[in-house]
């Protein structure tokens, strides 16, 4: 069974910075894109980023470019978010998300529980 | 960017009748390959979303075949054949066609009258 848990949310200010961490089992992790998703809270879905398997694409929304950094460690099954200059309007639950092994048009199937991060003062 | 258009963004239903969620693209979604990457979502309260639905009409392993997807072009629908109580939650569209960015519907919430 795919399992995907993140790790590393809490509060920072703005300004700050923060790593997010998934790891994922059940699953050859290093065959599949990987991506971040988050949702504001009581809003939709906004995609984030995405990691192709060797680490040779990135993409980003473009409200992260120059801010956020993707990355991933096969050898561990973990992607990461690297978060830095959070506004207050980063905050959101940041879901991990699996991508295909093949076309990235084909989107995701499966999905971590989230972890919250807030950019206050 | 292609924007995603839902509607309606509620959706009060009876047990046991049909809903129906519509979900429209700026943009075809008929991508070059002559496929259309349009995906559907659940998120049920308090968790995380599910894929119910990949390429318009192809239901995920274990979803319930009252769930289906049709559509061409730039509209699409979900439907549900008999709103069950575990179906209450919010449902997104989301296009993968015109890469490199993923883009979701506002979402649609079913709830039980």
């Known amino acids: 069974e795919v399992h995907l848990v993140e790790s590393g949310g809490g509060l920072v200010q703005p300004g700050g910075s923060l790593r997010l961490s998934c790891e994922g089992s059940?699953?050859?992790?290093?065959?599949?894109?990987m991506s971040w998703v988050r949702q504001a809270p009581g809003k939709g879905l906004e995609w984030v980023a995405i990691?192709?398997?060797?680490?040779?694409?990135?993409y980003f929304v473009d409200s992260v470019k120059g801010r956020f950094t993707i990355s991933r460690d096969n050898a561990k099954n973990s992607v990461y978010l690297q978060m830095n200059s959070l506004r207050v309007e980063d905050t959101a639950v940041y879901y991990c998300?699996?991508?295909?092994?093949?076309?990235?048009?084909?989107?995701?199937?499966?999905w971590g529980q989230g972890t919250l991060v807030t950019v206050s003062s | 960017d292609v924007v995603m258009t839902q509607s309606p963004l509620s959706l009060p239903v009876t047990l046991g009748q049909p809903a129906s969620i519509s979900c429209r693209s700026s943009?075809?979604?008929?991508?070059?390959?002559?496929?259309?990457?349009l995906h559907w979502f659940q998120q049920r309260p308090g968790q995380s979303p599910r894929r119910l639905i990949f390429?318009?009409?192809n239901r995920d392993s274990g979803v319930p075949d009252r769930f289906s997807g049709s559509g061409s072009g730039t509209d699409f629908t979900l439907k549900i054949s008999r709103v069950e109580a575990e179906d209450v939650g919010v449902y997104y569209c989301?296009?993968?066609?015109?890469?490199?960015?993923?883009?979701f519907g506002q979402g649609t919430k079913v709830e039980i009258k």
């Open positions: 989301m296009q993968g066609t015109h890469w490199p960015r993923w883009t």
């Open positions: 998300a699996r991508g295909p092994r093949g076309l990235v048009r084909e989107g995701i199937d499966y």
């Open positions: 390429k318009v009409s």
């Open positions: 059940g699953f050859t992790f290093s065959s599949y894109w």
């Open positions: 943009q075809s979604l008929v991508h070059t390959d002559s496929e259309t990457y």
């Open positions: 990691i192709k398997q060797d680490e040779g694409e990135r």
